[in-house]
């Protein structure tokens, strides 16, 4: 029953990233530091302009920050509430799913898997 409740913990976190969209934002991240480095950089503001508009990248990157962390912490939060359930029920034990997960094992061919299904499906033309 570890081998299903790790693969439940994963496969919830995924979806999580795909349902708050944590890719797209994470990258939106990256794009806004390098807004925010190409205003630094520019020699035709005074330091006053460069202040007023690095605080609003600074606000964009904090509530990014702010929606990562939330989001993150829902795709890790939900699948362990449906294990910590399944517990209650007797159905599965908490201790021993959170083991299987950490285990070089589990680590290693979900890494597998999960890479072998991003590789078919980049090669097919379609988005995970």
Same mark, same amino acid.
């Given at each position: 029953?570890?081998?299903?409740?790790?693969?439940?913990?994963?496969?919830?976190?995924?979806?999580?990233?795909?349902? %708050? #969209?944590?890719?797209?934002?994470?990258?939106?991240?990256?794009? *806004?530091?390098?807004?925010?480095?190409?205003?630094?950089?520019?020699? #035709?503001?005074?330091?006053? #302009?460069?202040?007023?508009? @690095?605080?609003?990248?600074?606000?964009?990157? %904090?509530? @990014? %920050?702010?929606?990562?962390?939330?989001?993150?912490?829902?795709?890790?939060?939900?699948?362990?509430?449906?294990?910590?359930?399944? *517990?209650?029920?007797?159905?599965?034990?908490?201790?021993?799913?959170?083991?299987?997960?950490?285990?070089? *094992?589990?680590?290693?061919?979900?890494?597998?898997?999960?890479?072998?299904?991003?590789?078919? %499906?980049?090669?097919?033309?379609?988005?995970?």
């Amino acid at each position: 029953m570890s081998w299903i409740g790790a693969t439940m913990l994963v496969v919830g976190f995924l979806i999580a990233i795909r349902v %708050f #969209d944590l890719m797209n934002r994470s990258r939106m991240v990256f794009q *806004e530091s390098a807004r925010a480095l190409a205003i630094i950089r520019r020699k #035709d503001l005074t330091e006053v #302009d460069k202040e007023k508009q @690095l605080q609003r990248h600074a606000l964009r990157l %904090f509530g @990014l %920050f702010a929606f990562l962390v939330l989001g993150g912490g829902a795709g890790v939060a939900a699948p362990l509430a449906v294990v910590v359930l399944l *517990e209650q029920v007797g159905w599965m034990k908490v201790g021993p799913v959170m083991a299987r997960v950490v285990s070089l *094992e589990f680590i290693t061919i979900s890494t597998v898997v999960i890479g072998l299904v991003l590789f078919v %499906f980049r090669k097919s033309g379609r988005h995970v």
